[in-house]
C-alpha cells in the first residue's frame, strides 16, 4: 500500500469553469474545508496573473492549516527575460506560500506557435524559473503542460523540458493532459517511458474532454505516478478536470491505495456538496459516489436484490463515502420498499396489514394517475399520514378563481381570487402573480396566512411540470413537481390535473401542509428542549 | 479499421435514471432520430415487465426504421419454469421486434441469493431461454449481467454462464460490469480471457459508478469487443450507464473505429440534444464533445492559444461532432453554422451582410432570454422569414382574457374569450378548454378560422414546459414547446415568458403561422401539378 498525494486545483483550475466564481471569503473557507480532509497541497491561485488570486494569498496568512500546503500557480519566465524580471515568478515568491507550481511547455507545437521561440530557450526558461523559484526555498512542483500531446509529436524534445525542470530543482514532475484527449492506455504508457528516465516523483493532471480524465489519473498512477491533481467534483474549463472526489475514493476503495485515509473519506459526500454550496451550483445527482442518486434504486428487481444483499447492486456500501442508499418509489420498483418507510411511523406494520393494502390500493391508483413520488416524498408522507389518520386539515373549502388577460397593446396580467373556510372563519382575498400559478400562489399564501401566520416562513425553491401522456396536445394531464423551503430544510411535493392551474394548487396545498408539520415538529423540539 | 455495432438502450435501461420518464411518443421520435443517425440496434424496453413497454412496441409497427433493429428485453425463464411459461419471454417474442435481449445471471452471488436457485439450474435456464427465442427466429443477444463481478468471485462457472448462451443459440455475448464498480484494466484482461474461448462477436455494457463507464467501454473495444451498449448522454439508474455519445465520438475519432461514421457523426450534437429534451432535463454544458461549454474558452492565454492554432487547446476539431468553439469574452463567437442554414433563404448570403448581422443579434438576445430552437425548428424557420420580409400577419392585434375557477366543490371550469382583428374585421369569441392554456388554445383556433379556414387541419401532438431559471419558484420564466401536425407534417414551436399562459400563446401562435404556411406550400404545389 502505497501513499499517494493529493494536490487540489479547485480554487484555480476550477475556477476556470464557465459559470464558476469563487469570492476571497468562499476561497478561505474550501481551503480550510480541504486542510480538513486531510488533502496535501492546496492550489490558491496565479497570483502573478490576476490582483484577487495575490489578495487571496494575503488573507491565506490566517488559515491555520493542520496539514495542507498552500502552493501558488506561475507561468515560466518569458523568452529572453531574468527570471527576476517575471511578474509570475515574483508574485509566487511574495505569496508568502511555501510551495510554487510552475509550468511550461513541453510541445514543440506550443513552443513554436504560441510562444514563438526556439527549442533551446524553452528549456533554458524552464530550468531558469525552477532554479529561481527552489532558489528562493520553495518547494518547486513542475506542470508539463501538454505533455502527453508534446511527446505524441516529439517525445525526445518532450523528456528533455522534464530534463530541464529536473536541473532546475523541481522536486515533483506532474504530466498534463491538458486538452484532456488521451486515452487511458496512451497515458500508461507514457508514463512507463518517463519513470524509466526519472527517479523524481511524478504526478499526473488531466482534463476531461473525452469523458476519460478519471480513468486517464488511474491509469498514471497504477503506472507509477504517486501525485494526483484534479478538482472537487471536476470543475475545470471546458468539460472540467478530473474529478478528485472519484479519483480518492477510487484509489481508497478500488486499488488499496491510502490518500485521506478510510476514516475521512466517509466525509466525502459532504465535501463535495460543500464545494458545489460555495461555487453556487447544483449538486449532479449522478457524480459517482457522492451523488444524490449514486446509490438510488429504482428498478424493483434492483431493489429486490439490494433487499438481499446490497453488494448485489452497490459497488461499495454508501457509507464508506458518507452517502446513504434510497429506494426509489417509482411504479417500476415493485412495491417491497414501502414497508421501510411505512415502518417509520409503525414498527408492527406487515405487508397484509389493511392499512398498507389500503394505502397500496391508493398508491397504485394515484400512479396510474400519473403521480410519481421520486422528488416529491413530501407528498407521499401526506398521503402515509391520511392513511393513518394524523393529517392535519388546513381549510375545510376553498374556491378561487384566477384570471390572466392579454391586452391588444400586448402587456399581460394574472390575478386570483380566493375564499378559505375553516370552522366559522372566512377570508376572501385576492392577489397578481407573474403569471396564474404565482398569483394562485400569492393568494393562497395570503389567506391561509390568517390560520397559519408559521406560512410566512415558507417559501417556493423550484416548480417544474410535465405533460404526461402527451398525445392530446393542450388536453393532456400535467404534473406539477414543486419544492419549497424553509430556510432549513426542503421537501418536494407533486400535483396531477388536465389542468395545471390544478396540478398547481394541488402541489401547493401539499407544500404548505408539509411546511407546517415541520415548524410543529420544530416547536415540539424546543418547548422539550426548554423543559 | 474494424466496424463497431452500437447499441442503444436510453428507452430501456435509461428510463431507469431518476426522475426520467418517457411518453410512448417520445419513445417514437427517440427510436425515429437513433435510426436516422445510424445506430444499429435500438432497445424498446421490457414487454414483459411494463404494460407501457409492450404497448411502445405495439405502436412501433408504424415507425419506418431504414437502419436500426429494434430489441425486445427480457429476463430468462424463472426456475423451473417451462420457457413458453415465461411472461417476459413470451412478451419478447409478441413484441414483434427482430431483436431480443435476454439478461441472465452471471455471479454465484446471484444465484444463490437473489434468484435462490441451483448453478445447474442457473445455467439451464440460460441455455432453455436463449434456445427459446433463437427457436422463434429472433437473433438473440444475450447480456451477461454482473459478468466481470461474478468472473472475480468464480471466473470458471462465470464462463460456463456463457457457454450455455451459446449452446442456447445466442448470437452475441455482451459482458456487463452492471454495478460500475470495475476497472478499466480489469475488465481488458477479462475480455482476453473470454476472447480466448469464445468465437462468437462479444459486446460491452458498462454503468458510471466509478466515473469510468466510458473508459471500460473503450478498453473492451481495444481487446476485442465489437458491440458496444450504452445511452444516450449517460442516463440511467444511480450514476447513469456508459454514454454512448462519448463512446461514439471517441471511437471515431481517436479509436479509428467505424460506428455511424464521420458524416453522421457531426450530427451528434444536435442528437444528444434531442433527447435530453424528449427527457425534459437540462442538457449539462460539460458534456464531453457534445456540451455547450466542451469547446469554451475562458482563460486569456487559451484564448490567445486558440486563436493561433486550435489545436493547441482543442483535442478535436468542434465541427466534427456538431459543436462549435465557444470564446467566452464573446458570446459571438461560433455562429458560423448559421450560415448554412440560412443559405436555405437566400444562397448568396455572407456573413458580413445585414441581414444576417441583424438577425445573430436578434438571435443572440431570444437565446439570453431563454429561447432555443431544438425541437422547434419551426419557430426558427419563421424567425428567419420575419429577417428576410417573407412574414404572413395572421391577425392585426389580439386580446384575450382567460378565466380559471375552482367552485367550493372541487369542480374546475376554464374559459377564455379573445378578439381579433385583421383589417377591418374583428372576431370576438370564447371558448372552453380543461385547462387554461387549451382554453386559449380552442378560442384562439376558433377566432382565426374566421379569416384561415385552413387551420381545421392543424392540431397539437405534444405540449412541454420547463422553468428556465430554477432559482424563483413560481415567478421564474417558463419555455414552452409545441408540437403540431395538419396530418402529414409535424412541426415544433417554441415559447418564452414568466407567464405559461403567454408563452404557450406564443408558441400556439407560431405553431399555426407555420401550418399555414405549409398548407399554402402544398395548394401551390397541387395548382403546379394541374396545370
Chains 1, 2 share one sequence.
Not at 500500500?1 to 483550475?13: E, N
Request: proline share 3%.
Amino acid at each position: 500500500m502505497q501513499d499517494i498525494v493529493v494536490y487540489d486545483c479547485t480554487l484555480r483550475d476550477g475556477s476556470q469553469g464557465e459559470g464558476i466564481v469563487f469570492s476571497a471569503e468562499d476561497r478561505l473557507l474550501i481551503a480550510q474545508k480541504l486542510d480538513e480532509m486531510g488533502f496535501d497541497y492546496i492550489e490558491g491561485g496565479f497570483p502573478g496573473a490576476a490582483k484577487k488570486d495575490a489578495d487571496f494569498f494575503a488573507r491565506a496568512r490566517e488559515l491555520d492549516l493542520k496539514h495542507a500546503k498552500l502552493a501558488a500557480f506561475t507561468s515560466t519566465r518569458r523568452p529572453k527575460q531574468a527570471p527576476g524580471r517575471s511578474p509570475g515568478l515574483k508574485a509566487a515568491i511574495e505569496s508568502g506560500a511555501p510551495v510554487a507550481t510552475v509550468f511550461g511547455k513541453s510541445s514543440v507545437l506550443h513552443v513554436e506557435k504560441v510562444l514563438g521561440t526556439t527549442r533551446s530557450e524553452n528549456l533554458r526558461m524552464i530550468e531558469d524559473s525552477c532554479r529561481f523559484l527552489s532558489g528562493h526555498e520553495l518547494e518547486t512542483v513542475y506542470d508539463a503542460e501538454h505533455f502527453f500531446d508534446g511527446f505524441k509529436l516529439d517525445p525526445e524534445y518532450t523528456l528533455k523540458t522534464l530534463e530541464a525542470a529536473v536541473n532546475g530543482g523541481a522536486e515533483v514532475l506532474v504530466l498534463c493532459d491538458t486538452n484532456g484527449g488521451s486515452l487511458p492506455w496512451e497515458i500508461g504508457e507514457i508514463v512507463d517511458r518517463v519513470a524509466e528516465q526519472f527517479d523524481l516523483p511524478l504526478g499526473i493532471h488531466t482534463h476531461n474532454d473525452a469523458g476519460l480524465a478519471v480513468a486517464g489519473s488511474l491509469a498514471a498512477v497504477e503506472h507509477g505516478c504517486s501525485h494526483v491533481q484534479g478538482t472537487m467534483n471536476g470543475y475545470g474549463e471546458r468539460c472540467g478536470n478530473a474529478n478528485l472526489c472519484t479519483i480518492v475514493a477510487n484509489l481508497e476503495l478500488k486499488m488499496d491505495r491510502r490518500t485521506i485515509g478510510k476514516r475521512k473519506l466517509t466525509k466525502l459526500r459532504d465535501l463535495s456538496r460543500y464545494v458545489s454550496e460555495m461555487a453556487n451550483l447544483p449538486h449532479p445527482k449522478n457524480l459517482p459516489y457522492v451523488g444524490e442518486s449514486a446509490f438510488a434504486h429504482k428498478g424493483g428487481m434492483h431493489i429486490d436484490g439490494v433487499r438481499k444483499d446490497p453488494s448485489t447492486f452497490e459497488h461499495v456500501p454508501p457509507e464508506r463515502v458518507g452517502n446513504a442508499r434510497r429506494l426509489l418509489i417509482s411504479e417500476l420498483a415493485g412495491r417491497s420498499s414501502m414497508l421501510d418507510r411505512l415502518s417509520r411511523y409503525r414498527k408492527e406494520l406487515k405487508k397484509d396489514s389493511p392499512e398498507v393494502k389500503q394505502l397500496i390500493k391508493e398508491l397504485v391508483d394515484l400512479e396510474n394517475r400519473g403521480y410519481q413520488y421520486e422528488g416529491a416524498e413530501a407528498s407521499f408522507d401526506l398521503l402515509i399520514r391520511k392513511a393513518f389518520g394524523l393529517r392535519q386539515e388546513l381549510f375545510h373549502r376553498c374556491g378561487f378563481r384566477i384570471m390572466s388577460e392579454r391586452r391588444e397593446d400586448g402587456s399581460m396580467l394574472s390575478e386570483a381570487t380566493i375564499k378559505v373556510r375553516l370552522g366559522d372563519r372566512e377570508v376572501h382575498t385576492a392577489a397578481e402573480g407573474m403569471g396564474p400559478v404565482s398569483a394562485i400562489d400569492n393568494a393562497l399564501r395570503k389567506a391561509l396566512m390568517e390560520f397559519h401566520p408559521e406560512i410566512e416562513n415558507i417559501s417556493l425553491v423550484d416548480y417544474k411540470v410535465r405533460v404526461i401522456e402527451s398525445t392530446g396536445g393542450t388536453g393532456s394531464d400535467v404534473r406539477v413537481l414543486i419544492e419549497s423551503t424553509d430556510g432549513q430544510e426542503r421537501w418536494g411535493t407533486v400535483g396531477v390535473s388536465h389542468n395545471i392551474i390544478e396540478a398547481s394548487y394541488i402541489a401547493l396545498l401539499d407544500a404548505i401542509e408539509y411546511g407546517l408539520l415541520l415548524s410543529k415538529q420544530t416547536e415540539a423540539h424546543k418547548r422539550q428542549a426548554r423543559k
